[in-house]
């Protein structure tokens, strides 16, 4: 399965944007899918997760209340709402597709190319 990230740009502190994750290739039904993020200078991190069938989602701390994973299976897609943006949210994000949905990335076996969040105080 191949994926591209997008809806990344720059958004004021406190604003909102949100993220698409398209697949191709094959359906994402079969896959639980994540988002990751690294920032300058650190490592990749983990933000969301969500099962196939959407029941169950799993965030980091810093994002709980502020983000929301989501999924539409009939259209090859994923999303990532992200609201109350801070400036540490600022990063590269990357959406992944799996069999687990999983904190660890190395449980997720396709990668999209990322796309970028930059958040100005």
């Known amino acids: 399965v191949q994926l591209q990230a997008s809806g990344g740009g720059l958004v004021q502190a406190g604003g909102s944007l949100r993220l698409s994750c398209a697949a191709t290739g094959r359906t994402i039904s079969s896959y639980s899918m994540g988002w990751f993020r690294r920032a300058p200078g650190s490592e990749r991190e983990f933000v969301a997760a969500?099962?196939?069938?959407?029941?169950?989602?799993y965030y980091a701390e810093s994002v709980k209340g502020r983000f929301t994973i989501s999924r539409v299976n009939a259209k090859n897609t994923a999303y990532l709402q992200m609201n109350v943006l801070k400036p540490e949210d600022a990063a590269v994000y990357f959406c992944a597709a799996g069999l687990t949905a999983s904190m660890s990335s190395t449980t997720y076996a396709y990668w999209g190319q990322g796309t970028l969040v930059t958040v100005s105080s």
């Open positions: 969500i099962t196939r069938g959407g029941s169950n989602r």
